[in-house]
């Protein structure tokens, strides 16, 4: 009795602070909003006995991603007037988008009810004797090994594509030259002055 409770509030919770990121008009509250969500639905997770997906959901989405696109959003300069202007002009757009989405769900819910494939209540999601960690390691290592490398490659590749993107060479900014460092000789490497006492080295 005392889960199906907690499962009704985190449910209800997750899809309200779900509605709350799209609703919000402060990009801000919107992201403080989407942390709420996560920490809803790892609770989700936690009743579902998947705890190491629970602590992957609040260690990687909240600890990392959320708080960096709260940081991006307080350090941008974004100009909420004009966010407000061209909201009217997005709305058929964005209303007809939001039909499709309740149709689906709908769809997805009547296949679900004709199925009746709802699992007995308290069902174990993992194998006996085998943890919720070890049960995730032998899908992923052992049945879905060449998926899991491939995700890896792929997010390798957008690392590496990132940083081409967006490095910038600047004429002005000083830059460490090794090869440049290790050629030079004790002439061009020290340079003597003769400093006179109270004058400095000046320019």
């Given amino acids: 009795m005392l ?7 985190l449910a209800s919770v ?6 709350f990121v799209v609703a919000a008009r402060n990009p801000v509250r919107s992201v403080l909003w989407l942390i709420l969500a996560f920490f809803s639905a790892a609770g989700l997770f936690v009743l579902l006995g998947a705890e190491f997906l629970a602590m992957l959901l609040i260690v990687v989405y909240v600890g990392a991603v959320a708080v960096l ?14 966010l407000k202007q061209g909201f009217l002009s ?40 085998v943890s919720n960690v070890e049960a995730l390691g032998m899908l992923l290592y052992d049945d879905y090994a060449y998926f ?47 400093v006179k006492s109270g004058e400095g080295l000046g320019e």
């Fill in 14 to 19: 997750t899809v309200l602070s779900a509605f």
């Fill in 148 to 194: 899991f490398q491939a995700a890896g490659l792929v997010l390798l590749v957008a690392m590496i594509g990132a940083i081409v993107l967006t490095l910038r060479h600047k004429p002005h900014v000083k830059r460490q030259n090794i090869a440049e460092q290790v050629g030079r000789d004790r002439k061009t490497a020290v340079t003597m002055h003769d």
């Fill in 90 to 129: 997005d709305l058929p757009f964005g209303a007809l988008v939001a039909i499709v989405l309740v149709a689906e769900l709908i769809i997805v819910g009547q296949s679900w009810t004709q199925a009746n494939v709802v699992a007995p209540a308290g069902a174990s999601t993992t194998p006996e004797g």
């Fill in 69 to 82: 696109f709260l940081f991006v959003v307080m350090m941008l300069d974004v100009d909420f007037t004009e």
């Fill in 3 to 9: 889960q199906v409770i907690a499962f009704w509030i």
